[in-house]
C-alpha cells in the first residue's frame, strides 16, 4: 500500500491540475536501500500542512471499514486550531463518503509540531471497491443553502485492504533479512529481519520472530507500534509482540530487538511476514472503547525450505567459548561460556539414553556476576528437538575470575548416536513462556576412550592400581578393594553437591551387578591420591565369586534419577 500512496503522491506532484486547489509539497526521501518512499506534505492552510499517514479500505462481518490518519503540521510561530474542515472520499463508483473524526483527535497544534488524526466509519457495503480521491471540504453552515468549498483533494489509487495483496508490487516485498525502513512512521528507524524459529506452546504451535530496531537518527526515537502477521499459502496469522513490552525508545545509535509471536495451526510453515502497524479511533467521549485498526506497509518473503531462516551454525569442540547474540541480556559481558563435555549416560532400566552437557562459566571479572540462567535444546539430525533439563540446584553467583560447572541433560532415543547434534542456548526469561535463541553451534557426543586418565571434567583420575580380596564373614562373603589413585583438578573451577561422582560396581561373569559404592569429588568421604579402601558388604549372593569385574562410572543426579556414563573396565587378573 505503502508504494501505492507514493505513486499516487508523485501523480500529484507532476499534475498539478489534479488539486482543487494549488499546494505547496514538501517531499522526505529515505536512504535505506529497501525502500523507495516518499512522504509528502501539502499546504492546507498558510500555516498548517498536511500528510497522509494512512488509508484502511477492509471487509469486515461487519461491513466495510474505511479510516484514514493523517498528520497535521503548524508551521507557524503561534499555536493554531486545527482546521474546521470534513474529511471525505471518493470510491470508484463515486460514492462520496464523511468521514467521523476519532475523540480523541487533538483541537489545536503547538507552534512547529504535529499532531495525528485519526477518521474511521463503517459502511454497510459488502462489495469490493477502491477509493480514488481524498479531500477537505469548509462547510459555511450560515449560508442558506449551506455552502461547501473544497480546500485539498488528493488522488488515492491504493489502500490497505487487510491482506497481502496490495504489497505484491515492486518495492513492497523484500527478502529475508533485508533492512527496511517505514519513512511514514519513521524516516530514521531501520528495521532487519533476523531470526525465525517455531516451538510447542501450550496454546499450540507458533512462530517466533526476531526483528532488530536501528536508530539511524541524532536525536532519541520512540518505535511506533509495530506488528507482525504470518502468511501461509491460505491464510493470515496475526502475531504480536512479545518483548520487551510497553514503551520502546531508541537513542541515537542504539539497537534493539523485537520479538514477535505469531500463533499458527499443526502443520503450517509459512511463506511471507508482513510488517504493520496499529491505528487507533474513538467513537466519541461518552464511549471510550478504542477501534483499533492495523496497516500493512511491508511483505518479507521467507525461504520456504528453511525450518529456521538462520545460517548453519558453527562447530564448537568442547572446551571451546560459545559465541552469544551480542544483544542478549541474560548472558552478561565478562561471563565465557563453554561446552566442556557432552556424553551419552545410560538410565537404569529405562528404554531411553540421556545426554549430559557440562557447561563451564567462567567469570573473567574481578567482580561477581550472577549465573546467568539459559536453557538449553538439542536438536538431532532427523529434526527432532530435545529440551534440557537444568540441574535442580545451581549457584546464583559467580566469584571473581573463577568457573563453575553446570550440567544439563537430555532425555533421547536409544536410537541416537548423537554424531551430528545442533545445541541452541535459550533465553526463556525475556518472552516468557516463550523461548528466545541466544546461541546456537554444531556438536557430537564425544567417543569414550579406554585411557588410563579417567575424564570427569575437571577432575583427572589415574588408577595406578587396585586389587581386591574377599573376606568371609556370618555367613556371606564381602569384599573389600583398593584402589590406588592419582587424582588432579584442572582449571580454577568451583563445584557443588551437584556435581558428578565416581561409581564402583561389582560385576559377575553373568553380567550381574552384585554390589556398588558411590564416591564423590567434594564434601566428606571425598576421593583423594592415594589409596582408597572400598567394602563391599551388601553383596547380593552367598557365593563366592572370583571373577568378579570393576566397572567405574561417572554417575550424575538429573531430575529424571541417576544416569551413569562406564569410564573405565577394571578386569580380573
Partial sequence: MKLQWNKALAAVAISASLLAAAANMTAIASDAPSTTDIVVRYNLTNTVQVEVKSVLNERTQNGTKVGVVVRLYNTGNRMTRVPDYALRVKSGDGTEYTLRPSATNAPSIQPQEKVELSYLVVLDRNDDFSLTSLYWVNIDEF??????????????????????????????????????????????????????????????????????????????????????????????????????????????????????????????????????????????????????????????????????????????????????????????????VSMVELHLHGAEGEGYQTAVAKFKLQNKTDRPLPVPNFQAELRTLDGFSYAGARQTTASQELLPNLGYIINYSFNLPNSEKGTDLIMNLLDGQLAAPYSIPIASYRTQVQKETDDKVLAFYPFEVKVNDWSMIALFDQGKYKYKMNLDLDIQRLDNIVVDQNFSKMKVELVDVLGRVLGSQTLPFIGANR???????????????????????????????????????????????
Avoid: C
Avoid at 537 to 554: A, G, K, M, P
Fill in 143 to 336: 449560508e442558506y443553502p449551506i455552502k461547501e468549498t473544497t480546500v485539498l483533494t488528493l488522488p488515492l489509487t491504493g489502500e490497505w485492504k487487510g491482506n497481502n495483496a496490495s504489497l505484491s508490487e515492486q518495492g513492497q516485498i523484500i527478502p529475508w533479512k533485508q533492512p527496511f525502513t517505514i519513512p511514514v512512521l519513521s524516516r530514521n528507524l531501520q528495521f532487519t529481519p533476523f531470526q525465525l524459529t517455531y516451538q510447542n506452546s501450550t496454546q499450540g504451535p507458533v512462530a517466533i520472530v526476531g526483528l532488530i530496531v536501528e536508530n539511524k537518527g541524532t536525536m532519541k526515537e520512540t518505535l511506533p507500534n509495530i506488528l507482525i502477521d504470518g502468511n501461509s499459502d491460505k491464510k493470515a496469522y496475526h502475531g504480536k509482540r512479545i518483548a520487551p513490552s510497553g514503551t520502546v525508545t531508541l537513542e541515537a545509535g542504539e539497537k534493539q530487538q523485537l520479538y514477535y509471536a505469531v500463533p499458527l495451526e499443526t502443520g503450517v510453515t509459512l511463506k511471507s511476514l508482513t510488517v504493520l502497524n496499529q491505528e487507533s479511533f474513538q467513537k466519541n467521549d461518552t464511549d471510550k472503547t478504542n477501534v483499533d485498526f492495523n496497516i500493512g506497509r511491508l511483505a518479507i518473503q521467507l525461504d520456504t525450505g528453511a525450518p529456521a531462516l538462520t545460517a548453519q551454525p558453527e562447530l564448537i569442540i568442547p572446551g571451546s567459548a560459545i559465541s552469544f547474540d551480542p544483544l542478549n541480556k541474560l548472558v552478561q559481558q565478562g561471563v565465557e
Fill in 527 to 573: 576421593l583423594v591420591t592415594g589409596n582408597q579402601y572400598l567394602t563391599f558388604d551388601n553383596i547380593r549372593t552367598e557365593q563366592f565369586e572370583d571373577q568378579l569385574t570393576v566397572n567405574v562410572y561417572e554417575a550424575i543426579d538429573t531430575p529424571f534419577g541417576e544416569v551413569k556414563r562406564l569410564v573405565k573396565t577394571l578386569k580380573p587378573r
